[in-house]
């Protein structure tokens, strides 16, 4: 069975500074996927960033990019220039090429501080 | 973008009673849906995976006669609570994913809160 860890129940960070969240994981499959969801107070589940294992190229989008390290099995997502707006809960999830056993982390609770 | 609606948001019924959740699909075919829970301040939790037409796939520790989920059309899942207790209160989030596209990403619902007194 594969597992997600996030090692960080809660950070914060400063506006406009960069943080990063960490996220492990343990799989025997060498395809899958792996993404970043952000769940804000309202508690809709936004998609933040996904990377497919096959591809060795970091994914980006906007101010979040991930580092991808395969080998170490890990997936940390870097929010740069963090604004208010990007408090909320963090969570990392795996999924295999089926689409039918995605899998959460517990969580990061991040706080942006004016 | 692909946009998932469930109702009701929120929930209150007493113990004993029955609930059902649903979980819409509005501008595109879900082939296949999602049932999550997730309890106060903790990761979401599958709970059940279902296609349409067939039989839903229940997670190991999950009560299949408790939890009825039917998904009888492609734009429809219901997710039914049967003889609720208040242990069974928590935030129920369906996802929903369109296997005949490109993409694996799965769109997910806003969630429904459920209270059993």
């Known amino acids: 069975a594969q597992t997600v860890t996030q090692s960080q129940p809660e950070m914060s960070v400063q506006e406009a500074e960069t943080v990063t969240l960490s996220c492990t994981y343990d799989?025997?499959?060498?395809?899958?996927?792996l993404f970043w969801y952000k769940q804000p107070p309202s508690r809709q589940m936004i998609l933040v960033i996904r990377?497919?294992?096959?591809?060795?190229q970091n994914a980006t989008e906007n101010r979040f990019s991930v580092n991808f390290q395969k080998a170490a099995k890990s997936f940390s997502l870097k929010i740069s220039d963090s604004q208010l707006g990007d408090t909320a809960m963090y969570f990392c999830?795996?999924?295999?090429?089926?689409?039918?056993?995605?899998?959460f982390g517990a969580g990061t609770r991040l706080t942006v501080k004016p | 973008g692909a946009v998932v609606s469930q109702h009701p948001s929120w929930v209150i019924c007493k113990s004993g009673t029955s609930v059902k959740i649903e979980c819409r699909s509005l501008?595109?075919?879900?082939?296949?849906m999602f049932w999550y829970r997730q309890f106060p301040k903790q990761s979401l939790m599958l709970m059940a995976t279902?296609?349409?037409?067939?039989?839903?796939?229940?997670e190991q520790g999950v009560e299949k006669d408790k939890f009825l989920i039917n998904h009888a059309s492609l734009t429809l899942s219901t997710l039914t609570v049967t003889s609720a207790h208040p242990e069974d209160s928590s935030f129920y989030i369906c996802?929903?994913?369109?296997?005949?596209?490109?993409?694996?990403?799965?769109?997910f619902g806003p969630g429904t809160r459920l209270t059993v007194t």
């Open positions: 996802s929903a994913s369109a296997q005949n596209e490109a993409s694996v990403e799965q769109y």
């Open positions: 799989t025997s499959e060498s395809n899958y996927y």
């Open positions: 990377q497919e294992a096959y591809k060795q």
């Open positions: 999830a795996f999924m295999k090429p089926d689409y039918n056993d995605m899998r």
């Open positions: 501008d595109f075919q879900a082939t296949t």
């Open positions: 279902s296609n349409e037409g067939s039989k839903a796939t229940y």
